[in-house]
């Protein structure tokens, strides 16, 4: 499954990189902690987080994920969209919470395996 498809089922928002998102989509992580992140998520993932700082653009670059998801409305900020754009990773908002987000992803990825 693509992001295209990500974004459509879960009614998300594409704050950047509307390009990219033909990406696959091969799981999710879901954490706020950058270090955890790097440890433990892998290529493909779409790193569901709460952060909005030009930091987890680095992280998502270095673990090769489909993109990056805020959570709570959280919009990125202004530096973080710029290196995004950047580096060609999409991030995603949604209202929703962690929690939440995170069932219904792993349902949507599952559904179609």
Known sequence: MNLASVVKTLNLKVACGQEHLERPVRGGYAGDLLSDVLANSREGDLWITRQSHQNIVAVSSLKDHAGILLVQGKEPDMDTLEKAIKEGI????????????????????????
Do not use: Q
Request: aromatic content about 8%.
């Open 90 to 113: 999409p991030i995603l908002v949604t209202e929703g919470g962690t929690f939440e987000i995170a069932g219904r992803l792993y349902r949507l990825l599952h559904e179609r395996s």
